[in-house]
């Protein structure tokens, strides 16, 4: 279902509209129809163009196999004028204040990729890589590491926010062209923080997937920008904020026409002393209940501590987390920011094969290197 005609500005699309559990007649809420696999585009068209006649505020969306939200509405008026049609597979009225992002809109789950790899299928991808690239020679010497390791996809921050104005603020557009090397040099796909809406454009063609950091999963400009393009985007959790905010984030790009989300858990601050956050893996299985989008976790930040990288991976792997991303670097102690989290790269191949046999567990294959080819990558 492709409909981009039929989507309307964000600002309609998140128009305040309680949620509704046992509507009755009479009552105003949101509808959501999921649309039949088997929907033509012009069938779509018609039927929403059909219901706006009505007086309807009717949308339409790529997620899944397409999802159309009615918001607003009288709940007994859109259960009357969505049901039976062709175009409609079922019916529900959400009781979530995100709605796109609910599991019930693509109930097995979506499988999004990045660069080809992909995050929420029984393959788990780990991304690996330094914080910060810091010169041609450590990210070549990194990347080329994390290749041979069976890593599936490279990180490394270009932009960094940083909490003291004093520290390596990243090599910026130049880091950019070293990770656009690094690509070429090992086939890895790249995750890249994005800081502003306005570095997407000279980022775009450098990147495959835009990580939007802690600090600004409610940057709610630079979501809007990011729900317009069609490139994935990692969206971490941010340190304070509730699953429903995080899920809302979401929300955000999958509603500006952005179906490819990852969410990423990367620890919350609570009273924790001896680790820079603390890892809720609860919530990353709360969030894979409660939305069809893949999650995935970064223990490295979540910690702040290389001793405990692995043992939480491995427990994020348990609970179900979609992919990995750690950090590593060849020389944590001189490097620029987070050495003290950094694995080394002996240390990245050590727990990916660790990772293999909690995945065998529970069901899930770690994914080597950045390519699904009949299996060639697996051990
Ligand atoms: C990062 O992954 O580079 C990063 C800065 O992490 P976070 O946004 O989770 O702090
Ligand atoms: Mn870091």
Redesign the pocket.
Known sequence: MSTDATRSPLSVVLAPSPGVRNAQEGQRGVAMAVLAADATEREVRSLVESLRTRGLDANAYEVGQGVLLLHDVRVDEAEEALTGQPAVERVSLPGTRYRLARRDAVPSGSVVRVGGVPFGSEYLPVIAGP??VESRDQILTIARATASAGASLL???AF??RTSPYDFQGLELLGLELLDEARDITGLPIVT?VMSPGMIEPMYGMVDAF???????QNYELLKALADIDKPVLL??G?AATVDEWLLAAEYLLAGGNEAVIL?E??IRAFAQRTRFTLDLASVALAKRETHLPVIV?P??ATGDRSLVAPMALAAVAAGADGI?V?VHNDPRRALS?GQQALRPAELSELLDQLEDVGAAVGRRVLRGPLVLGGAQLR
């Open positions: 914080c910060a990180r490394g921050g960094k926010p923080e990580q939007v950091g802690s600090r600004n999963m971490k959790r340190f990423c990367r620890g970064d490295s930040h991303m950090e987070d």
